[in-house]
């Protein structure tokens, strides 16, 4: 019997300290973009985003993540100061469809259910795999860019609506109950490609983008209103600095742990 009531012991503690487990939940918040249209953070154009999260906890420290996300991003020239956007006059949005996986790390110990350990900031790194599709508005009518190759893209060599990219994110969680928790935390996304908002080098060869996407092409590469402005292979854009996706996100999740104790069967007197 005392072999019985030690083993009891030593699993209440097992679970106390592993907290193995699942959380699963969902997530709301807003999502911004930097880049060639949006250089800096600018509170007037951010978007909507959510998704779902499924996360396995290997300890009190560690954890493997999985979210599904959706985020909309854009930005507008005509909304910047810079005398050279607003010339430029581009504008695009486009809705993120995401999947990404990352190793999550607790600062402090973290124990669902915990009287004392109910709260830790957090980090995580992964990578993401997400869809994009950069529209431009025009009278009121959205029309899709990658099509129209506006940088001169021929076939092939327009750029792909599926990229990748490095998964970062900041956070902190706080445990309402051994059930419940919630998280809030700052991501980030630096993606692969430099067109998720269709600019990163320079005017096209206005002839070539007719033959290929005819005046609509011609129209969406410079929509520019200034006389001269955009002549062929002026920059349109910067190639050297990568597009960003950010998100901030508040989370519930439900946890779903168990006990990882040995069978009482295999105690051996």
Not at 12 to 26: D, R, T
Not at 61 to 88: C, E, H, P, V, W
């Given at each position: ?141 959205k029309t ?22 490095w998964a ?71 190639s050297k ?29």
């Amino acid at each position: 019997m005392k072999k019985i009531g030690f083993l009891f012991i030593i699993c209440f503690a097992l679970n106390a300290s592993a907290q193995k487990g699942w959380e699963i939940g969902g997530w709301l918040g807003t999502a911004w973009y930097t880049g060639d249209i949006v250089p800096t953070f600018d509170m007037s154009q951010i978007g909507p985003a959510a998704g779902i999260v499924a996360k396995r906890n290997f300890n009190e420290r560690l954890s493997l993540t999985s979210q599904f996300n959706y985020a909309r991003i854009g930005g507008d020239d005509a909304k910047s100061t810079n005398n050279f956007q607003l010339q430029r006059n581009l504008n695009f949005v486009t809705n993120i469809f995401e999947w990404s996986p990352s190793l999550e790390f607790n600062f402090f110990p973290y124990f669902h259910g915990s009287q004392t350990e109910y709260f830790t900031p957090y980090v995580y790194v992964g990578f993401s795999v997400f869809r994009f599709n950069p529209k431009s508005t025009h009278n009121d009518t959205k029309t899709a860019l990658q099509p129209l190759g506006t940088e001169g893209q021929q076939g092939v060599s327009r750029y792909r609506l599926v990229t990748g990219g490095w998964a970062y994110g900041i956070g902190i969680k706080y445990d309402f109950n051994r059930d419940w928790s919630i998280n809030a935390a700052i991501n980030g996304r630096r993606a692969v490609s430099d067109y998720l908002d269709d600019v990163s080098t320079t005017y096209p060869n206005y002839g070539v983008v007719q033959s290929n996407s005819g005046s609509e092409g011609v129209f969406f590469s410079n929509p520019s209103p200034v006389d001269g402005f955009g002549e062929t292979g002026t920059q349109r854009g910067d190639s050297k600095t990568a597009d960003n996706i950010f998100m901030f996100s508040v989370s519930i999740l439900r946890y779903f742990g168990r006990l990882e104790c040995p069978p009482i069967s295999t105690i051996k007197n």
